[in-house]
C-alpha cells in the first residue's frame, strides 16, 4: 500500500451531469476524509467517516453532494445534477485515529480529483 | 471559528536566498499547527508540525516555531532550492475535531537559478 489513492484524476463533464470520485484509503486507516479545492485557495473540509459511518458534514455539502463508506474501506463521492460552480479539485485523506487528541494522527492527502463542469 | 492567514504570494526567490512565509490563526482552545507542500501535479504532503506552545518543527530543512503568544507558525528556510518550488499551505487542527483541517489559502513559491 502506498497511499491514498483517487480516481479519476481528470473528469471533464456537462453542467447538469452526474458524477462519481472514488478514494481508496491507506488499508490501516479507519478515518477518512474529503475535502474542496478551488483555484488560489486552500482546502475546505467537505465530510468525514469513521469507518463506515459519517460523522460529521460541512455546510458547504449541499444536498446534490453524498458521500458513502460501505465498508468502511473506500469512499465514493457523488455529486448530482453539476453546475459550473462545483468545478474544483476534490481531495481525500485519511489517518488513524490515536486517542481522540492525538499530536501524531495525521491526514495522508491522495493527488485529487479535478473537475471540470462545462 | 477557525481561520489560518498567510502571506500571499507568489514569493519569488534566488536559490541559496532565505525564506520565510508567515502564518498566523484564529482558534480556540490549543490547536496543533501544520504546514503542508504541494508540489506540481502532486496530492499535499504534510511538511511539518507542532502541537503546542513553543514546539519547534522541522523537516528538510525548513522549521516553524508554534508561537501561542502571536499566534503564528511561520515557515523559514535557510537555504532554499529549486526543488523547492511548491504551494506551501498553514493549517491547523483543534482539539477535538477529529483531525479535521482548517487551512490557509496557499502560497506559491518558486526558486530560480
Known amino acids: 500500500d502506498t497511499g491514498v489513492s483517487q480516481d479519476p484524476r481528470h473528469k471533464i463533464t456537462k453542467r447538469g451531469q452526474n458524477v462519481t470520485f472514488r478514494c481508496d484509503p491507506i488499508?490501516?486507516?479507519?478515518?477518512l476524509y474529503w475535502y474542496r479545492q478551488t483555484l488560489g485557495q486552500g482546502p475546505e473540509f467537505l465530510t468525514y467517516?469513521?469507518?463506515?459511518?459519517?460523522?460529521?458534514k460541512s455546510r458547504l455539502l449541499s444536498d446534490r453532494f453524498s458521500a458513502e463508506r460501505p465498508k468502511g474501506s473506500f469512499s465514493t463521492l457523488e455529486i448530482q445534477r453539476t453546475e459550473q460552480g462545483d468545478s474544483a479539485m476534490y481531495l481525500c485523506?485519511?489517518?488513524?485515529?490515536?486517542?481522540?487528541?492525538?499530536?501524531?494522527?495525521?491526514?495522508?492527502f491522495g493527488a485529487g480529483s479535478r473537475l471540470t463542469v462545462l | 471559528g477557525n481561520s489560518v492567514t498567510q502571506m500571499e504570494g507568489p514569493v519569488t526567490l534566488s536559490e541559496e536566498a532565505f525564506l520565510t512565509i508567515n502564518c498566523t490563526y484564529t482558534a480556540t482552545g490549543y490547536p496543533s499547527l501544520f504546514w503542508y507542500v504541494q508540489y506540481p501535479g502532486e496530492g499535499l504532503q504534510l511538511l511539518l508540525k507542532a502541537t503546542k506552545a513553543d514546539d519547534k518543527g522541522s523537516n528538510k530543512g525548513f522549521e516553524a516555531t508554534y508561537r501561542k503568544e502571536t499566534t503564528s507558525f511561520h515557515l523559514e528556510k535557510g537555504s532554499v532550492q529549486v526543488s523547492d518550488s511548491a504551494v506551501y499551505f498553514c493549517a491547523l487542527r483543534n482539539t477535538g475535531t477529529a483531525s479535521k483541517l482548517t487551512f490557509g489559502t496557499g502560497t506559491r513559491l518558486q526558486v530560480t537559478l
Open positions: 467517516f469513521q469507518n463506515e459511518a459519517q460523522l460529521e
Open positions: 485523506a485519511s489517518s488513524s485515529r490515536q486517542g481522540a487528541h492525538s499530536g501524531a494522527n495525521v491526514l495522508t
Open positions: 488499508s490501516e486507516h479507519n478515518r
